[in-house]
């Protein structure tokens, strides 16, 4: 039996990006058992230049690339987005890709593979950067709400692929959230006693670039850590409050209001480091 998946791709402004994202789930080798349906780019500026790029993909593919403007009131974040595009969604499985990523061709035959042979309601792969010097986190089997609410571990708006009921039984992505949704998702998934596979590969490519990404260090990711620790303040530990904290000062110490805070913010983050190491908390 195939299993059929749409990719939803949120877009902000960064065409050419786009463009070769579209082009990497168009390059996926699905094999036998998964069938692409779809693209469905869910753009929140609804920017005619972007609709055209998407026309353009969709009249040289075979596969169906829709266009959505979802700009509006009620858009503004990576979260509101993607739930945008989901609602399109008609197959039994959805993925999301960002418009700054890349999947391997491997992708979603690896992550579909997974998913399909364990019945579970969700697959992840690992992630790396395209850059050097960037570490990321790659997840592993069997963690826990609890395990996942401070530190992401490895789940992104790119790498995983889930059963889009169960995608729909959360509720979608925090549209409120300006970061941290896709790590939102996972607590709310693993609280609700969803299950998951891991794909222990690294399928999926993060591309650093100078056009305004959600780990910049901004006032916006500011609050949205703050906000995303008040949301599940009552899962969190006291040394997930202490990381959760440095996050915080991390950023607050290039966008503080003046140099007095962005001098002591610093000085936070030295601390925070100092005591890890006194720990043994490796975050």
């Not at 998913?115 to 992840?124: I, P, Q, R, S, T």
Request: proline share 4%.
């Amino acid at each position: 039996m195939v299993a059929d998946v749409t990719c939803v791709i949120p877009t902000h402004g960064r065409d050419h990006l786009l463009a070769e994202a579209v082009a990497s789930v168009l390059g996926q080798d699905l094999g036998a058992d998964v069938g692409l349906r779809g693209i469905v780019v869910s753009d929140d500026l609804g920017s005619a230049a972007t609709e055209a790029v998407v026309a353009g993909l969709d009249a040289a593919s075979d596969v169906p690339v829709r266009y959505l403007n979802s700009s509006g009131p009620q858009a503004g974040t990576a979260g509101a987005s993607r739930n945008a595009g989901a609602v399109l969604v008609q197959t039994e499985l959805v993925a999301f890709l960002d418009d700054d990523d890349l999947w391997d061709p491997a992708f979603l035959r690896s992550t579909v593979g997974a998913l399909e042979a364990g019945g579970h309601d969700f697959a992840v792969a690992w992630t790396h950067a395209d850059a050097p010097g960037y570490r990321m986190a790659r997840i592993a089997p069997g963690l826990e709400a609890k395990d996942v609410v401070a530190r992401n571990p490895g789940f992104v708006g790119s790498n995983f692929v889930m059963r889009t009921a169960a995608f729909r039984s959360l509720g979608g992505f925090d549209p409120v959230l300006p970061v941290s949704n896709d790590k939102d998702l996972l607590v709310r998934a693993l609280s609700a006693g969803l299950t998951y596979a891991v794909v222990p590969e690294l399928l999926v490519t993060n591309r650093v670039h100078g056009q305004g990404q959600l780990t910049d260090k901004t006032q916006r990711r500011l609050d949205g850590i703050r906000l995303y620790a008040r949301k599940h303040d009552d899962l969190l530990t006291w040394r997930d409050r202490r990381y959760l904290r440095g996050q915080a000062a991390d950023v607050r110490r290039v966008v503080g209001s003046s140099a007095p805070v962005r001098w002591w913010s610093t000085v936070s983050v030295v601390g925070h480091r100092a005591v890890g190491v006194l720990l043994g908390d490796s975050r």
